[in-house]
């Protein structure tokens, strides 16, 4: 029986911005001087810390400097590494960027979880592979990354809606099947608006300023209400297609009824 040599142990250096230089397909030279200071920086100072914000003009590179961390953890700790961007188009661009102009393979995951490709599925879990893929795929019910270690956000600020959405309800006044979750809804915060905010809330618009009124119950009433919310959702919500999460229920507005 023949037997395999083991592979050489992996050389990993001591920080993201000279891991660049090890990558043989590369089609740059290295990384650019304010590249490489934040990736040093990191490595010094946050890379034992729990969450970091990296902050880079747009088009100065922080794709670069996020993948390098992002490989640079990977070989120095096994980690399992997910890289999220807002949209597939990123996805794919940034698989593409990394493999053509930086020399790195990742493995990009897009669409359904189950077209997703097994021999990627399985270069992830080994932490063999980065893993690129969108917000949506990681911030709903059941995400298939639900065992990354470490999370790097390209963009963070476009994460706040994929978040929010997990912990949101749209109740709409016009919708047929929200009828009457809508107007139990009214019943319950009538008390907490103004005659005005309540005729908004009800659809009775005067003017287009009202259509796009939005407004949030402060929290204290808000928790006051939840029970009732609660209830609410539990008596009217069966035959939608909304789910009951009355934590999310804390803004309503506009002559739509959202």
Not at 31 to 56: C, F, S, T
């Amino acid at each position: 029986m023949a037997f395999k040599k083991a592979p050489p142990p992996l050389i990993v250096p001591d920080g993201p911005e000279k891991l660049i230089l090890d990558l043989p397909r590369r089609k740059i030279p290295d990384a650019l001087p304010h590249q490489r200071e934040v990736m040093k920086n990191y490595a010094v100072h946050g890379v034992n810390a729990a969450d970091i914000a990296l902050q880079l003009p747009t088009g100065s590179g922080k794709t670069l400097v996020g993948l390098m961390i992002a490989e640079w953890r990977r070989r120095k700790n096994q980690e399992r590494v997910v890289y999220l961007c807002p949209t597939k188009q990123l996805v794919n661009q940034v698989v593409e960027q990394a493999d053509e102009k930086y020399g790195l393979t990742v493995v990009g995951f897009t669409g359904r979880i189950k077209d997703y490709d097994p021999a990627a599925e399985t270069a992830y879990r080994n932490a063999d592979n980065v893993a690129v893929t969108t917000y949506s795929s990681l911030f709903n019910t059941n995400p298939f990354f639900d065992d990354a270690e470490v999370i790097i956000v390209d963009d963070a600020h476009a994460a706040e809606g994929y978040v929010a959405a997990l912990w949101s309800a749209r109740v709409e006044r016009i919708k047929p099947e929200h009828a009457a979750l809508h107007a139990a809804l009214r019943g319950i915060l009538k008390p907490l608006l103004d005659p005005t905010e309540f005729t908004r809330l009800c659809g009775k618009v005067d003017s287009l300023s009202d259509r796009g009124w939005v407004d949030k119950v402060p929290s204290p009433d808000f928790a006051s209400i939840r029970d009732e919310i609660t209830e609410v959702f539990d008596e009217h919500a069966g035959d939608t297609e909304l789910e009951r999460n009355p934590n999310g229920l804390n803004r309503l507005g506009d002559s739509q009824g959202g």
